[in-house]
Structures are given as structure tokens and as C-alpha cells.
């Protein structure tokens, strides 16, 4: 009786191991889901940028900017929702040369519930359903977009330059160009949390 009591208790530790490592294992695949999200976002207003002449106002224009900017709407993989928060000119020292005028951005937009229906779009453009363009349309932020950031306020695994939650790592424009001037391809690299 006793023996089986142990095992089973052995068992119980056992199954509380697996799961806290697969816990963790699925943050640090978000997380670099995230990295490569917020990358495919930044090189969206760059290529706005560079066939408009100027930034994106909003997170619509630019998903919805013909021709295509964004290959698609990308959820934020740590919320599992289309509400990125955007990072503006100016704000936070941002400077991008021949940005345009300073932002008048509007209040942070409230967290917006899509289906998760993002699968199921011709190219990642809307299909009639709700989806990226409805909750991006829904927020009143505007003013020249240089980048976003998670809305999460959650503790990251990783450090990304020298911030440790989610919604502190900005990706924006002026990033990817000082990486490029620096490092070759600019891509952000996180660092393991000691």
C-alpha cells in the first residue's frame, strides 16, 4: 500500500515537471514569434514608407496599403489577438528622417476580440469575416507609425535590448536602421536572462 502511494506521488511530481517544461517551452516559442512578428511589422513601414513617401497613420493603412506592405495581419502570439499598440514618431525619441511631422497620436487603443479566423484569409486580407482590419479600424490611435509593441505587460524569458517584459520591446524602424548600419541585417537579438 505503502509502495503504491510513493509511486503514485512520484508520478504526480513527474507530470508537474512535463507540464512546467512544456509551459516554458511554449513562452520561448512565443517569444521568438514574437521577435520575428514585430520584424515583419517594422519591414512593413519600411516598404510603405519607401512606395508612399511617408509613414502609415494607422495599423489598417498599413495592412491594408495596395500594393500589399505586409505579406499579412500577424496576431501578437503572446496575446493571441490583433492588438499590437503602435509606436509613433516621436514618441519615446523616435526619429526617423524624412518621417514627417510630429504624431498627434490618439488614445492607446483598447484590446479588440477577433475570431481566430486569421487561418482561414486569402493571403492574410480579410475574407468578409471580422478580423485584423476590423480590430485594427477600431482603435482611434493615428499618426505616423514607426513600429509596435505587444500589449502584454507579462515578464519575458529573454531580455531584448535590456528590457524584460513583453510590452517594452518596441520594434521599430529606427532599430532595423541603426542594426543595418551596425550589424549587417539588423535583426534584433534577444539574450538569455541570467
Excluded: C
Excluded at 519607401?50 to 494607422?58: I, K, V
Excluded at 507579462?154 to 520591446?169: F, K, M, P, Q, T
Amino acid at each position: 500500500m505503502v509502495a503504491v502511494v510513493v509511486v503514485m506521488a512520484l508520478m504526480a511530481i513527474a507530470l508537474t515537471v512535463a507540464v512546467q517544461t512544456a509551459t516554458f517551452h511554449k513562452r520561448r516559442e512565443n517569444e521568438m514569434e514574437l521577435i520575428f512578428r514585430g520584424q515583419q511589422f517594422i519591414e512593413g513601414v519600411r516598404i510603405f514608407r519607401a512606395r508612399n513617401g511617408r509613414l502609415p497613420l494607422t495599423l489598417k493603412e498599413l495592412v491594408d496599403a495596395e500594393p500589399r506592405a505586409m505579406r499579412k495581419a500577424w496576431k501578437d502570439p503572446v496575446t493571441g489577438e490583433f492588438d499590437w499598440v503602435p509606436v509613433f514618431l516621436g514618441q519615446g525619441g523616435q526619429q526617423i528622417p524624412g518621417g514627417g511631422a510630429q504624431p498627434t497620436p490618439g488614445p492607446t487603443p483598447a484590446p479588440t476580440e477577433v475570431p481566430d479566423d486569421d487561418e482561414e484569409r486569402d493571403g492574410g486580407r480579410p475574407t468578409g469575416t471580422p478580423g485584423a482590419a476590423e480590430a485594427f479600424a477600431a482603435t482611434d490611435a493615428r499618426g505616423p507609425i514607426v513600429g509596435v509593441h505587444s500589449r502584454s505587460r507579462a515578464e519575458a524569458i529573454r531580455v531584448l535590448n535590456g528590457r524584460s517584459r513583453y510590452s517594452d520591446w518596441a520594434f521599430t524602424l529606427e532599430q532595423q536602421e541603426q542594426g543595418q548600419r551596425g550589424a549587417g541585417r539588423g535583426q534584433a537579438q534577444p539574450t538569455p536572462r541570467r
